[in-house]
T-cell receptor, first 109, second 115 residues
């Protein structure tokens, strides 16, 4: 199963872009990269996912390197409500998702 | 749609007591999951189900049992609670298929304390 590595914590100024990196150097060709976030103690919330191409939705953009060994989640204009723990997940074997400890993002006023 | 709901929201048990956590989803999803989250940790998968009448073990299944008698419900049981099972329990569901079908929808969680 592909594992992911993320920084433990990051800060971002309100209104600026937040760029959250994720390393998944052992990813296999048919595995998707997913991003979820968890605000305070709520249930995790899906943000975005991708396979090879860059993806964008109303919440964020996902940039995946050409070799697929790393990716970056971009929140274009971070707000205080984006303060959360962000999880980068590579779909494991079968139907299981493995959540690591994620990156704790703090948006600073 | 209510999405994914969990019952109860909070519970305190004494060591050795039993209880059942109920997860319900109204999205007609095939897959359902039970996770636990300990303080400062990520989510760990306990058990999951790929359809009505089926269950499978996840990463940390010991001390728990599950049942999926109806497609919309997934029950998590603790037969003899232990302090090590103090945690926040999250249920999730997702549809079948590739790509977007793998988006999981999570419930609000159940905070369980075992004394």
């Amino acid at each position: 199963d592909a594992k992911t590595t993320q920084p433990t914590s990051m800060d971002c100024a309100e209104g600026r872009a937040a760029n959250l990196p994720c390393n998944h150097s052992t990813i296999s060709g048919n595995e998707y990269v997913y991003w979820y976030r968890q605000i305070h103690s709520q249930g995790p919330q899906y943000i975005i996912h991708g396979l090879k191409n860059n993806e964008t939705n109303e919440m964020a953009s996902l940039i995946i390197t050409e070799d697929r060994k790393s990716s970056t989640l971009i929140l274009p204009h971070a707000t205080l409500r984006d303060t959360a723990v962000y999880y980068c997940i590579v779909r494991a074997t079968g139907n299981q998702f493995y959540f690591g400890t994620g990156t704790s993002l703090t948006v600073i006023p | 749609n209510a999405g994914v709901t969990q019952t109860p929201k909070f519970r305190v048990l004494k060591t050795g007591q039993s209880m059942t956590l109920l997860c319900a989803q109204d999205m007609n999803h095939e897959y359902m999951y039970w996770y636990r989250q300990d303080p400062g940790m990520g989510l760990r998968l306990i058990h999951y189900s790929v359809g009505e009448g089926t269950t499978a073990k996840g990463e940390v299944p010991d001390g728990y049992n599950v049942s999926r008698l109806k497609k919309q419900n997934f029950l998590l049981g603790l037969e003899s609670a232990a302090p090590s099972q103090t945690s926040v329990y999250f249920c999730a569901s997702r549809g079948s298929g590739t790509g977007s079908g793998y988006e999981q929808y999570f419930g609000p969680g159940t905070r369980l304390t075992v004394t």
